[in-house]
């Protein structure tokens, strides 16, 4: 008896797995600036720092190189304090630019950006150089008559510095020396330039300069699925491409999630801590009592990174560097919290 063939299965299809595309939901394609990792990523192609830097406008002539810088700067002595920058560059004609990103406010944050702004005018300074040796065979010092090239901080802020009633809908201020009574300018080797970026609220079709146009790439890129049409530019399809989530691999991957996850800690502590201030002052029923409760606010924001610090993956360092508090100062804090 002939047995009959085995018939062949027909194997089932499986169904291919769901694409995901630039309209899923969660699913980041571009990283976001304001992080530690995505702030260094972009601006440390010097294409891109030397774009940003001529949209500001703050010279009068185009940067066509630049040369980054160390970013820490020390002072004279071991004793003094020093300056940690997140971007330091020298243009071709010796002009320094400062570019910080700062993502919550902080006691004397005026006074941090001038001593910051300080370091690069005294490092021009001759440092031993020696000029000749007099006639008793002395070293002499080389002459310096204090002719210096400007120095250009530009400081983006995740929070609103200015609040006074002139400036609430001004995302970018322009300070300068000015003289007084003349109303001129004092001097250009001074300059600073500070972007709100929660004041900034243009959408894409009503950007006009090529400013807005970066700060609306800071402070929207992680939220877009595409480039706009709008941003077509050589320049910001590159920004774009180096943005791309997808394209980091390994090591730069792991560092841009530990990186994000400061940033979403630290943004989530702070919008809480307001939160709570604006309560209390509104619960204090007079509009004093609200700028108070936003200060109360502000403690608590230092107090819950301090008892949460090992959670959030932060150093007293590193929480001294975002609150503008001394380590000493946190180490006391961290004593009467515990």
């Not at 250009?152 to 929070?159: D, E, M, P, R, T």
């Not at 209390?280 to 610090?309: D, F, L, P």
């Amino acid at each position: 008896m002939i047995k009959p063939k085995n018939k062949k299965k027909t194997p089932q299809r499986k169904k291919p797995p769901k694409k995901l595309t630039q309209n899923t939901p969660d699913i980041k394609v571009f990283m976001n600036p304001k992080t530690d990792f995505g702030f260094n990523k972009i601006f440390g192609v010097k294409k891109l720092l030397i774009s940003f830097l001529n949209a500001t406008e703050l010279l009068p002539e185009t940067i066509v190189d630049i040369e980054y810088l160390p970013n820490e700067q020390s002072g004279n002595n071991s004793k003094t304090r020093k300056a940690i920058y997140d971007v330091h560059a020298i243009s071709s004609d010796g002009k320094r630019f400062i570019v910080e990103m700062q993502l919550s406010g902080q006691s004397h944050f005026v006074e941090r950006l001038l001593f910051y702004a300080s370091y690069p005018i005294i490092d021009q300074a001759p440092k031993g150089k020696v000029d000749k040796i007099n006639k008793d065979g002395k070293e002499v010092k080389a002459n310096w008559n204090y002719s210096i090239a400007g120095v250009c901080v530009i400081a983006i802020l995740n929070f609103n510095l200015f609040k006074d009633e002139a400036s609430k809908n001004i995302p970018v201020e322009y300070v300068k020396l000015i003289r007084q009574n003349a109303n001129v300018e004092f001097t250009d080797k001074y300059q600073f330039m500070i972007i709100e970026l929660k004041k900034f609220n243009k959408k894409s079709n009503e950007l006009t300069t090529k400013l807005e146009k970066w700060i609306f790439c800071i402070k929207n890129m992680e939220d877009l699925n595409a480039i706009p049409k709008e941003l077509q530019d050589e320049i910001f399809q590159e920004l774009f491409a180096i943005s791309e989530l997808k394209k980091l691999k390994g090591g730069e991957m792991k560092a841009y999630k530990q990186s994000a996850k400061r940033y979403n800690d630290l943004a989530n502590v702070i919008e809480y801590a307001e939160e709570q201030g604006i309560e209390q002052g509104i619960e204090q029923g007079i509009e004093q009592g609200i700028e108070q409760g936003i200060e109360i606010g502000k403690e608590r924001i230092i107090k819950r990174i301090m008892q949460n610090r090992n959670k959030f993956n932060f150093n007293i360092k590193q929480i001294a560097e975002i609150t503008g508090y001394s380590i000493k100062e946190l180490t006391g804090l961290l004593k009467k919290i515990e």
